[in-house]
């Protein structure tokens, strides 16, 4: 792969009233009252997806940072159909995420079902929000190959 065509910062410095906006939308959830921790697998995963790869290790650097526990459910996000490490809420979370990121033939019932059972109204309505925003972000990131950060020296030595 190339260069980054341009940085994080750079989209801070040239459009910050848009870099405001998406930052708020991605804080909505979590000060709505949804886990951290769940939200960030949710931000792994369509990173994931979405092939952004400073995104990507901005969750994973994150997760580790706010202790998602154990740390193999961030090896295995990817492959979490297949790994039994996840509750069912996280699975609900994880299978509405891909529906919103991937929407060829937008959600189908069971997801929308699945996530029902697990969320509140609200809460799935914020859920919604982080998916979107995350979304947003990746967008960006894949757009102008943003340099994914270096895990800081010495931090998280078992995680490298």
Known sequence: ???ARSEYEDFKKIAP????LV???????AKAGL?????????????????????VQHHILLSERIGVLPVDKLNLVVVWREAPIFSARERA???WTEA???????VGEGVYAEASREFSE???????SAVASINVWNRFGAAFRWTPAKRPVGANAAAS
């Open 17 to 20: 009233d848009a870099y405001e």
């Open 1 to 3: 792969m190339s260069h």
């Open 122 to 128: 609200t809460e799935l309505t914020y859920l919604t």
């Open 100 to 106: 919103l990121t991937c929407l060829p033939d937008g």
């Open 35 to 55: 886990d951290k921790q769940l939200l960030e697998l949710v931000k792994l995963r369509a990173s994931q997806i979405n092939g952004c790869a400073f995104c």
């Open 93 to 95: 979370a994880l299978a």
């Open 23 to 29: 930052l708020a939308l991605g804080q909505v959830a």
